[in-house]
């Protein structure tokens, strides 16, 4: 039988949101780095399918299920993130007419989720991964503010985000090992 943690599907999730950044964006690229991105992405996510679930094999009878609930207070943080990403967009595309800046808002807003979802999982190794994609996410609004080309955008707030959520999920797969006690 195979079970679930949150913290698998968090980073499952978190797995296809950073191949989404990395899809979308990838098409401002040439085809030469563009489609190799896109395959390399793909890659990561199914690679992620199989190591977690390698390891989530669980005997029937060991004890309770596992927590895959995510609690209210997550669902309050996401809610946050959707008002602020639903205002943002509509104040850029709307009212500024700048969609250019529309992937710099979506790396900032989701960047600073991350520090909600910091505070209420007691993860503050999250608030590393929100600083980086926030500072994605504001750089691409200033290059989208200067008029930056949209390939400069999409991979400074698109496809940067993209690899820092892919590689914090395999971050947290990766093998550990624990040091032995030196002898007394």
Do not use: K, Q
Request: proline letters at 7%.
């Amino acid at each position: 039988m195979t079970a679930m943690t949150r913290d698998h599907v968090a980073g499952l999730i978190g797995g296809a949101f950073g191949a989404v950044f990395i899809e979308v964006n990838a098409g401002s690229l040439p085809p030469g780095i563009g489609i190799p991105l896109r395959v390399l992405a793909i890659a990561a996510v199914l690679g992620l399918l199989v190591v977690r679930r390698r390891g989530t094999a669980v005997a029937p009878g060991d004890g309770p299920a596992p927590n895959v609930g995510f609690g209210r207070r997550y669902w309050w943080v996401v809610a946050a993130e959707g008002a602020a990403l639903l205002a943002g967009l509509v104040v850029i595309n709307s009212v500024l007419h700048a969609p250019g800046a529309t992937v710099g808002w979506i790396a900032f807003v989701v960047g600073v989720h991350f520090f909600g979802l910091a505070a209420v999982w007691h993860r503050p190794s999250l608030r590393m991964l929100g600083g980086a994609m926030a500072v994605c996410g504001l750089a691409g609004l200033i290059l989208a503010g200067c008029g930056a080309p949209t390939a400069a955008i999409a991979t400074t707030s698109g496809i940067a985000p993209g690899v820092l959520l892919l590689a914090s999920v395999w971050w947290s797969v990766r093998p550990t090992v624990t040091p032995a006690r030196p002898r007394a």
